[in-house]
């Protein structure tokens, strides 16, 4: 399954000199229904080497980043608290303790 792209808007801001930048990013409710299959099935077999314990999508990497939040510098255990934080918890593949 592919997801869309994220997008970039630039609007006005309605005073002069203003402008908003709008990043938005459309995530399909199949790719979510993927995500919690994941999950559900991440406690039935073994971990082995290498483990899923999230998909997170580039629109919500690219604002962690803007705040100071580097996804690919974090531990999982870190980047699963900040999704839980942020009530993105649809996004964690994984049932087990990391």
């Known amino acids: 399954m592919k997801l869309i792209d994220p997008l970039v808007e630039f609007m ?5 000199h203003q402008l908003v930048i709008k ?3 459309d995530i399909p409710t199949k790719f979510l229904d993927s995500l919690k299959e994941a999950r559900m099935e991440s406690s039935r077999g073994p971990m082995g080497d ?4 999230a998909s997170v999508p580039t629109a919500v990497v690219e604002k962690w ?3 100071g939040f580097d996804i690919m510098k974090e531990s999982a255990k870190s980047i699963v608290r900040k999704l839980q934080s942020e009530d993105l918890g649809a996004f964690i593949t994984t049932n087990r303790v990391l």
Do not use: L, N, T, V
């Open 65 to 67: 980043k803007r705040e």
């Open 50 to 53: 290498f483990h899923r314990f």
């Open 23 to 25: 990043h938005s990013q």
């Open 12 to 16: 006005d801001g309605g005073s002069e």
